[in-house]
């Protein structure tokens, strides 16, 4: 499970609609989720592995910084806005899937709501994921890892066209 955060919950908060009442559990667990699905699918295991270490040593410079700074931190926002929508809005209880309203009072979700504010936000990361595949394809020769062997346990680098 990964330790290493590409993005801090402020940041996340500061560029979406999320209050700062939202627990940050649910934050914290949405960025390494859309980080270890979305972001090592569109970087490869390699790449991401190697962004990762530069953050945990503090050495993200050159290249590697503009990449994380200028297209993965775009993308993973959203990524982990979408992913934390679920659990922020929906909460399963003893009683059901319900929506909270605060307090101790929940009501039942509103379906159709629920489904447009998450495909807003699904249409933001692939929009951001998009420049990101189109910023490693027209630069693959600057980040060597792309182009590295993987085991059968690691992701190679996904950044075809796909969110047309």
Do not use: H
């Amino acid at each position: 499970m990964t330790t290493t955060f590409i993005i801090s919950e402020t940041k996340l908060r500061d560029f979406t609609d999320l209050n700062n009442n939202v627990d940050s559990l649910f934050l914290k667990n949405a960025v390494r989720i859309g980080q270890d699905i979305e972001i090592q699918r569109i970087l490869g295991t390699k790449l991401y592995k190697r962004i990762l270490s530069d953050i945990d040593a503090s050495t993200l410079t050159g290249n590697y910084a503009t990449l994380v700074n200028d297209y993965v931190v775009d993308a993973l926002l959203f990524w982990a806005y979408y992913y934390a929508i679920e659990d922020i809005y929906v909460r399963p209880r003893n009683n059901g899937v319900l929506r909270a309203t605060g307090g101790e009072n929940s009501e039942s979700v509103d379906l159709n709501l629920f489904n447009v504010k998450r495909q807003s936000a699904k249409n933001k990361a692939e929009w951001y994921s998009e420049k990101l595949s189109e910023y490693l394809i027209e630069n693959t020769n600057t980040f060597p890892e792309l182009n590295e062997s993987t085991k059968l346990y690691e992701d190679i680098p996904d950044y075809s066209v796909q969110y047309s």
